[in-house]
Each structure stands twice: as C-alpha cells, then as structure tokens.
C-alpha cells in the first residue's frame, strides 16, 4: 500500500501570516500523497468579538451557537480555508479546500445534550469519511485541504474540533495507505517540562502515557490530542508524530505508538 501523510495544523501559526507561509512552504516539500486539517487559530474568536459574539469556550471546546455557527463557517470554511489552498498553489501543491459537506465527505452527528449543550458541534465516526472520495482526489494529484466544518446530511453544517477530524480521516484511509498521522503546533512535541521547549519526550506507548498523565506531565488541552492518537492507532492507523509546525524535518518530535 502508498504511504499517506495527514498533517493537521492549527494554533497560533495559523494566527501569523509568516508562520503559516513558512509551514505551507515546508508542507509542499512533503514527498508523495498528503492531505491538510486545518482549524481556525484565535482569528474566529477575534472575528467574533468584532462582530458583537462573545465566544464560549469549554474545555477548549467552543460552544456553537447559530450566530457562532455562522461566523466560525465564514472563517474556517472561507477566509482561512482559501488562504491556505492559495498559499499552496503558490508553492505548487495542487490543492482542493473541502468543508465535510463538499462532494459529502465527511459527515457527523449533531452532539447530543448531556452536561453541556455544545450547539451545532459535529461528532464523528470513520464511517462517516468517504474514503473513496478522497482517495480518488490523491490518484488525480490533488492535495485536499479540509477545514473544521462538517455537516449532517441533512442541511445542517457542524463545527467539529479539526484534531478529531484528522484522527477519523487517518482511521478511514488507513484501510487504503499506510497512514501517517501529524499534528503540528508550536511545540516541538510533547514536553516532560511545558517550561523547557527542549525537553521533548521522544517516544510515548500506551504505559508511558497512562503514567505521565498520572504524574501529571501530560495534563489539560494535550490529553484529548493524545487519546485521539491512540485511538487512531488502535484502529489501524501505522504512526502518530506530534511536533513542531515549522520543524516538519526535524528530529525533535514526539512518536506515538501502542507498545
């Protein structure tokens, strides 16, 4: 089987201009089929505040309202979606921006109401992932550029956390290629102290991780990133690295891995 590389990009090099050029730069550089998840960085809330909607965040999570439901598809499946796809015909990538309601391929689920009521918030399944159709836009050379949006078949478009996103593609390819999965931010992986960018922890399993999260080495926003990965790999997925946007080649980076 084809190797695949799913790079998912977010945080604050989506924020800066330069940082993004950089990393779309280096992402053009990858060798062979790959595709790009990307979220939204701080400019939707910024959008947000400007347009009179106070964001609300749980657990890092955004409650999505109509209003907010609105401006986070303007942004993410708009302005940031088609800066990317520009940024990298520029580079020579040859890429197609998707939301999941394009061509259907990624539907989600509306999350139900337990604790909190998230809104109009997607959840997702590997069978919700047309697999064939994203494998036929990587046969035509395409580079597909998915945001944070999905939809539920029923006219109703879903923001839907992009970290999940690239996790349930990788499982839905995995039956296709030999997939990589990359999550890229502005650490250079995970870190055994959030206070030395050094001090990356080079490999994690299932028992290292068990263990770092009980010290509490990996706490709050790494965690759902975390138990994303090893449930990816638990379904197929060859190898999970998380690392440094603007470092794609180097050697400073976190493997995940079961054993």
Do not use: W
Not at 120 to 147: K, R
Not at 179 to 206: Q, T
Request: net charge negative; proline share 2%; hydrophobic share 45%.
């Amino acid at each position: 089987m084809k190797q695949l590389k799913i790079i998912k990009i977010g945080g604050g090099i989506i924020d800066d201009a330069a940082s993004l050029a950089q990393f779309l730069h280096l992402f053009a550089q990858v060798d062979g089929p790959k595709i790009l998840v990307h979220g939204g960085g701080k400019g939707a809330s910024e959008m947000l505040r400007a347009l009179g909607i106070a964001p609300q965040l749980v657990n890092g999570r955004r409650i999505t309202d109509a209003a907010t439901l609105d401006t986070v598809t303007m942004f993410y499946a708009g302005k940031t979606n088609k800066a990317i796809v520009a940024g990298l015909q520029q580079n020579r990538v040859n890429a197609l921006g998707l939301s999941g309601a394009d061509g259907n391929v990624i539907r989600a689920v509306k999350r139900p109401v337990r604790e909190i009521d998230y809104g109009f918030v997607g959840d997702l399944t590997p069978a919700g992932v047309d697999a064939a159709l994203l494998g036929a836009l990587l046969g035509l050379g395409l580079t597909p550029v998915i945001c944070a949006i999905t939809h539920d078949g029923q006219g109703q478009l879903l923001n839907t956390n992009a970290d999940t996103i690239a996790a349930t593609v990788a499982v839905a390819l995995s039956e296709k290629f030999v997939v990589e999965l990359h999550y890229c931010f502005e650490k250079n992986g995970v870190l055994l102290d959030v206070n030395d960018d050094n001090s990356v922890i080079e490999k994690i399993n299932l028992t290292s991780y068990a263990e770092l999260k009980e010290a509490g080495i990996i706490a709050d926003g790494m965690i759902p990133k975390l138990d994303n990965s090893f449930d990816a790999l638990s379904q197929g997925v060859s190898k999970v690295i998380i690392g440094h946007a603007l470092k794609i080649n180097d050697s400073l980076k976190t493997v995940l891995c079961l054993n």
